[in-house]
């Protein structure tokens, strides 16, 4: 009896982590599936309040430039909105973003809020900044290049530049297939394509979005660049 007591002991002993751990990862996949399979209202109200806020600021002065992005546009994350990284590029700089958005109608988990379905809040002049690329990471090929087909149809006859995705740690193994895919995208599309993906950016702990010198390094490199390819002045 005594020695099958202790079996049972050493049973209960070494069956009780790994329950805990079946039961982590079960939580982990549920999480991810509710974000993507229809996030609940307060997460989608919260992200919908930030996009309206950042739209509202303008920064700068001089020709408009408006961005179409996700949460990096906007700048979750950070204590000011109207530090995010657009800020840092010429002219008057207005936002249309909205956090977990993308190419694609299925990167978001509040509905479409894709980039081609948010033109319609934009000025009817200026440049327009597309930049993103990182929440079409679980995307197809199909829907981001249907998303990028919708986007400039909703922009025709608009001046347009596409940013690339930079290399979010935690995105950072399918960063390469959106940023190529993109890039022969705009390039079959007669669209100038600025690649961001080779920057070596600082993350906050979530690895995904950037510090407020992240965003400085970002918005000055995407201003350099845009202004090399005489896009900017």
């Known amino acids: 009896m005594r020695s099958q007591s202790v079996a049972t002991r050493v049973r209960l002993r070494y069956t009780a982590p790994a329950a805990l751990v079946a039961l982590l990862v079960a939580t982990l996949l549920t999480v991810q599936l509710v974000e993507r399979a229809g996030a609940d209202g307060s997460y989608c109200a919260?992200?919908?309040v930030q996009a309206s806020e950042r739209a509202r600021i303008v920064t700068g002065s001089g020709d408009p430039v408006v961005v179409i992005g996700d949460s990096w546009s906007v700048g979750l994350g950070l204590e000011r909105l109207e530090s995010s990284w657009p800020a840092r590029l010429p002219g008057r700089v207005r936002v249309e973003g909205f956090s977990g958005s993308g190419f694609s109608r299925s990167a978001s988990p509040c509905g479409d809020e894709s980039f081609?379905?948010?033109?319609?809040?934009?000025?009817?002049t200026g440049l327009v900044v597309v930049a993103g690329g990182l929440n079409d990471f679980d995307r197809s090929t199909t829907a981001i290049t249907l998303g990028f087909g919708r986007l400039l149809a909703a922009?025709?006859?608009?001046?347009?530049?596409?940013?690339?995705?930079?290399?979010a740690p935690s995105r950072a193994a399918e960063v390469p297939r959106v940023h190529r895919l993109l890039a022969r995208l705009a390039a079959d599309s007669g669209v100038p394509y600025v690649a961001t993906s080779d920057l070596r950016l600082p993350y906050l702990p979530d690895r995904l979005h950037l510090t407020a010198e992240g965003h400085a390094m970002f918005g000055d490199a995407v201003a350099q660049r845009l202004a090399e390819r005489g896009l900017l002045g």
Do not use: D, K
């Not at 081609?116 to 009817?124: E, Y």
């Not at 922009?155 to 290399?167: C, D, H, K, N, Q």
């Open 155 to 167: 922009l025709e006859g608009r001046e347009v530049v596409v940013v690339g995705p930079a290399l």
């Open 116 to 124: 081609g379905t948010r033109t319609a809040g934009i000025s009817a």
């Open 46 to 48: 919260r992200h919908a």
